[in-house]
């Protein structure tokens, strides 16, 4: 079946340097992958998403790599800030099943001044 | 703010009841979805509706169910409540029918439901 899946671990980095979150897929049939950012207390707010023709995607301070062929994808923050401090999930869709997302488990980034 | 609007922020019941969860979504968003998060299954889809017509359905619960009205806000009913139920309930909405492409979903705050 579907799933997108994504251990739980933490990720502390030096506030200003990058960070890297991974992510693994298993749905081959994915087209659409979405980042989010879960603060405390709040819902999923959206980063940025890419779609299953392209292989690479900026935005301002991220940058999603998407890899087809080991069903990877990776998001990477430029700069790391204190405000980037939170959960962030991945999640995966495929149209001919609706839009339904499917989340992996979500990655804790932890920012150090 | 993603313009996506749900109340109550907090609810806190008995075993047994029932609740009502509501979401407004964005203006112009015809599609609502509805998802769970809890500690121990993360975030799941429940359902989606889109225009006030049932469109996908995922792991939802026979005791749950929703609906989306002429002015295109929803309400989640939880009934039969069990302590299990207990979590973030997160309302999300788009401006597409499902099948088109890219499209986006917009999380609201969430209520967080504590059964006890």
């Known amino acids: 079946g579907e799933s997108v899946g994504l251990h739980l671990p933490t990720l502390s980095v030096q506030e200003g340097d990058n960070s890297i979150i991974n992510c693994a897929y298993s749905?081959?049939?994915?087209?659409?992958f979405i980042w989010y950012k879960q603060e405390s207390g709040k819902g999923p707010q959206f980063i940025i998403d890419?779609?299953?023709?392209?292989d690479k995607r900026q935005g301002q301070r991220v940058t999603v790599l998407l890899n087809k062929t080991v069903k990877h994808l990776s998001l990477q923050i430029a700069a790391t800030q204190p405000g980037d401090s939170a959960v962030y999930f991945c999640?995966?869709?495929?149209?001919?099943?609706?839009?339904?997302?499917?989340f992996g488990g979500g990655t804790r980034v932890l920012v150090k001044p | 703010d993603s313009g996506v609007t749900q109340t109550p922020k907090h609810l806190i019941t008995a075993t047994g009841q029932r609740v009502t969860l509501r979401c407004s979504p964005r203006?112009?968003?015809?599609?609502v979805y509805w998802y769970q998060q809890s500690l121990d299954q993360g975030l799941q889809f429940l359902i989606q509706?889109?225009?006030?017509?049932?469109?996908a359905k995922g792991n939802i619960l026979e005791r749950f169910s929703a609906q989306q009205f002429p002015d295109l806000h929803s309400e989640l009913n939880l009934s039969s409540l069990e302590l299990g139920d207990s979590a973030l309930y997160f309302c999300?909405?788009?401006?597409?029918?499902?099948?088109?492409?890219?499209?986006?979903?917009?999380f609201g705050p969430g209520t967080r439901l504590t059964v006890l």
């Open positions: 999300a909405s788009s401006d597409r029918l499902a099948g088109g492409y890219t499209d986006t979903q917009y």
């Open positions: 749905n081959s049939a994915s087209d659409y």
């Open positions: 890419i779609r299953s023709n392209m």
């Open positions: 999640a995966e869709t495929y149209r001919a099943a609706g839009n339904k997302l499917t």
């Open positions: 203006s112009g968003d015809l599609s």
């Open positions: 509706y889109y225009n006030g017509e049932e469109r």
